[in-house]
């Protein structure tokens, strides 16, 4: 693994060629010294998909949900060393533990583990040192909302299409992300199977009524960036 903030060219290619995921595939600046541009909304670094423009000043990536990036735009984007890898949730969906507790966070993952163990299912990983987060992928090319469950010690999340998650790089602590079993491929799971798999985290970890995401949300655009084609253009 070579030395860089962002993912490395080997992650580019196992995200993009091995796994397929090209056109759902983004770049997070993940070097907390850059700057952002003046005009820009962005509030921070590391976490939401964005890019260099002139001046290598950073901008986010506008309109990124409706974002199908291209071959090209990836082979690109995978020489840049400051970038992170973001997934939009289309292809690929993920159930992000952001459990600040050590104790739960392992009873929760062992659950997920014995309870997909059941329907003959294992879930690659991401997880980084340090920490008690973490989040497990899976295929489902339904179109799915965003769904939380609140915990004593923070929440589960349920990522779908109009949200992205880093799959590579480094997180703003630092530390990089790693991936347990993920070069083997990101099973597949129904709609039906996550249902009840998500039914039994709330009955048992959820300490309030699950929040779900409203149709209305989904179908508004997420920023009023410039857009990636022409802030692609003026490099």
């Given at each position: 693994m070579d030395n860089r903030l962002g993912a490395t060219e080997k992650e580019w290619f196992l995200f993009s060629e091995l796994l397929g995921l090209t056109s759902d595939l983004l770049p997070a600046v993940a070097n907390q010294k850059a700057q952002i541009a003046p005009e820009s909304k962005l509030k921070s670094l590391g976490k939401t998909p964005s890019i260099y423009g002139r001046n290598r000043l950073v901008y986010g990536v506008g309109n990124w949900t409706a974002k199908q990036s291209t071959p090209a735009e990836v082979d690109r984007w995978s020489k840049e060393p400051d970038y992170s890898i973001c997934l939009i949730g289309r292809q690929v969906k993920?159930?992000?533990?952001?459990?600040?507790?050590?104790?739960?966070?392992?009873q929760i993952h062992k659950f997920i583990d014995k309870y997909l163990h059941g329907i003959g299912v294992s879930l690659p990983?991401?997880?980084?040192?340090?920490?008690?987060?973490?989040l497990m992928a899976f295929s489902c090319q339904e179109a799915t909302l965003k769904r939380v469950i609140k915990t004593e010690h923070g929440i589960i999340e349920?990522?779908?299409?109009r949200q992205q998650f880093l799959v590579a790089g480094t997180h703003d602590s630092g530390v990089r992300y790693q991936w347990h079993c993920i070069d083997s491929g990101i099973p597949e799971l129904s709609m039906m199977e996550f249902d009840g798999l998500w039914k039994a985290l709330q009955e048992n970890f959820g300490v309030e009524p699950e929040i779900r995401e409203r149709e209305r949300k989904a179908l508004e655009v997420d920023t009023d960036e410039p857009i990636l084609k022409k802030l692609e253009e003026k490099n």
């Open positions: 993920a159930i992000d533990c952001d459990i600040t507790d050590q104790s739960l966070s392992e990983v991401r997880w980084r040192d340090g920490s008690s987060k973490f349920f990522l779908g299409n």
